[in-house]
């Protein structure tokens, strides 16, 4: 596991680093060192270390999205009201309207196994977009309408509708139906994920406060290693309660951040905020090297160019979906298509589900696993090159 760990941080910054050199997102060059390395094509990444890569990447996320709150701004979010609880749903959807309407046709799949697909498709990914809009908040590029912040909150979102929409769509494609609870969690969800993390973040406020009012000073490194360990908590209620009621630990997450940034002074906050990005440092290079890792190539070989004109057909869908959500909004044109290509890259979900339907021996498993690898490897570059292509325009 150490040489798998050595290859995965030196490999991927030297990438990275060349990318940069070139112009190109760093992203690239991790996805491209994990596609290297994976058991497909060199295979020197030990096995240890590929069973427990769902985790690590999750771990990687995680110190991202605290990141996030403490960067976020509540006062801001709400500025941008609808169009971020829009931005939740109306794209998703519309993009696995366009596989349902039109892999049929171009994939020759019958409707529900193409509303599979599209469910695996729909999400987009977190793990490409928060990042950088943690960065532009911190660089305060388009916070003066909230842009950043209402990418966040809708990515975050994001991901809880389209796998609840997954879930439902299987369940139908195996012969079972759809159930109307399946969709009432999406918001319970959402809201109980909220409410979880708000309450986490006061309580850990409060221990902080108490600690230092009876002079058990708190060092700020101690404080990321405490608010470190209760996300892990959160994130496993999650899976606790899996099956008695939904939780986004997620949300939970970022929504602990943010009451902890609210309830502490600037200086603490900026110095915890400071002490994610450093570790992010690390975690970013497993997150998206691993990422990289996931993706089975040789399932490209067997998408070919029918795949690559759906998948650029459900993206333009997807953008229409975007664009009606900042409609009516102070959005230049220029703002509104950084929305737009900011909602394109797909990684994270797609590499943890893909395989699903597969696994299940659904009959359009290969057809959905060859989609969804061909999808990574198209927009989460595209998406990144494009974002910080036309992120300066904002204001």
Not at 93 to 113: C, D, Q, T
Not at 258 to 273: A, D, E, G, N, P
Not at 274 to 292: P, Q, Y
Request: net charge positive.
């Amino acid at each position: 596991m150490l040489t798998s760990l050595a290859f995965i941080f030196l490999v991927g910054l030297a990438l990275a680093a060349l990318c940069q050199r070139l112009h190109l997102p760093r992203i690239i060059g991790m996805l491209f060192t994990g596609i290297l390395l994976d058991p497909y094509v060199l295979n020197v990444l030990d096995p240890s270390i590929l069973s427990i890569s769902a985790d690590l990447r999750q771990m990687a996320l995680i110190i991202i999205l605290l990141k996030a709150g403490l960067s976020l701004d509540l006062a801001d979010l709400k500025k941008v009201g609808r169009p971020a609880v829009m931005m939740a749903c109306v794209p998703a959807s519309f993009e696995i309207l366009a596989f349902f309407l039109l892999a049929p046709a171009i994939l020759g799949v019958n409707r529900i196994e193409a509303a599979v697909m599209g469910a695996v498709l729909g999400a987009v990914s977190p793990a490409v977009v928060v990042p950088r809009m943690v960065q532009l908040m911190d660089s305060r590029y388009g916070t003066g309408k909230s842009i950043p912040q209402m990418v966040l909150a809708g990515a975050s979102c994001d991901d809880i509708y389209v796998i609840v929409l997954f879930s439902t769509f299987v369940s139908m494609a195996q012969g079972g139906a759809a159930h109307v609870m399946d969709f009432v969690n999406i918001p319970v969800s959402i809201v109980l994920g909220v409410l979880l993390g708000a309450a986490a973040g006061w309580l850990l406020s409060q221990f902080f406060e108490t600690a230092y009012a009876h002079k058990h000073y708190v060092r700020n490194s101690m404080k990321v290693i405490v608010v470190l360990g209760v996300s892990f908590l959160l994130m496993a209620v999650e899976t606790w309660l899996e099956g008695i009621v939904s939780v986004s630990g997620l949300l939970a997450v970022v929504s602990m951040a943010c009451v902890l940034k609210i309830r502490s002074t600037s200086f603490v906050s900026k110095r915890l905020s400071e002490k994610f990005g450093k570790l992010w440092l690390a975690a970013e290079v497993i997150l998206f090297v691993l990422v990289g890792a996931a993706v089975d190539i040789r399932y490209t070989l067997t998408a070919g160019p029918a795949a690559v004109l759906m998948i650029l057909a459900a993206l333009a869908f997807r953008s229409v979906g975007v664009a009606l959500c900042v409609a009516g909004t102070q959005l230049t044109w220029k703002e509104r298509l950084f929305c737009m290509i900011a909602y394109l890259p797909k990684a994270t979900v797609q590499a943890a589900i893909g395989s699903v339907p597969l696994a299940m021996g659904l009959p359009c498993g290969q057809m959905v696993l060859s989609v969804a690898v061909l999808a990574i490897l198209i927009t989460a570059p595209l998406g990144a090159l494009g974002m910080d292509l036309t992120y300066t325009g904002n204001s």
